[in-house]
């Protein structure tokens, strides 16, 4: 089958098995490997991308649902000012980044900070369940996520949060 979909910002087209998971076809297609192959059954993270703005499992989406949407991958998501706000307050805060799970934990707090600017410890809880991380102290991550929006709340308003 014919997939077109919009990867980083790009219109792209492939020819497909209509069951090929969703990260076979960024890591082997388009050579795209910042979607990490962990458990592969959903539970990890390692392997998120943004569909739509959610973070979202790579190893559980097959080809064929992804025509016509969107599709944010932490290769393209690496070139935006948003991925910086995140690197800074993860790094003001020591939030550990061990490699295994950094794709996971970057794009959880993009999805929910571009939803919600300010978000509630509980909230930013919530949206980091799909992560699993053993590095990282909850905690540690909840600071990450706050000092990140602040960063970029002074970033677009030049003002703290
Ligand atoms: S590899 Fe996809 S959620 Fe673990
Ligand atoms: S930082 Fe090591 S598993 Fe998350």
Do not use: W
Not at 11 to 40: E, H, P, Q, Y
Not at 122 to 127: F, M, R, S, V, Y
């Amino acid at each position: 089958m014919i997939v077109k979909f919009i990867l980083n910002g790009e219109d792209v087209t492939v020819r497909t098995a209509a069951f090929t998971r969703l990260i076979d076809l960024l890591r082997n297609t388009f050579s795209l490997t910042g979607a990490k192959m962990g458990c592969l059954t959903g539970h990890c993270g390692a392997c998120f991308v943004l569909l739509d703005g959610k973070a979202s499992p790579s190893c559980v989406i097959p080809a064929f649902s992804v025509r016509n949407r969107e599709i944010i991958t932490i290769e393209g998501f690496s070139q935006t000012d948003e991925y910086h706000d995140i690197m800074a307050g993860f790094e003001q805060e020591r939030v550990d980044c061990c490699g295994y799970c950094d794709t996971g934990k970057i794009l959880a707090a993009e999805a929910l900070l571009e939803k919600t600017p300010r978000p509630a410890r509980k909230e930013i809880l919530a949206a980091f369940d799909g992560v699993r991380c053993r590095c990282t102290e909850p905690e540690s991550l909840v600071a990450g996520v706050l000092a990140t929006a602040e960063i970029r709340q002074r970033r677009l308003y030049g003002r703290g949060a």
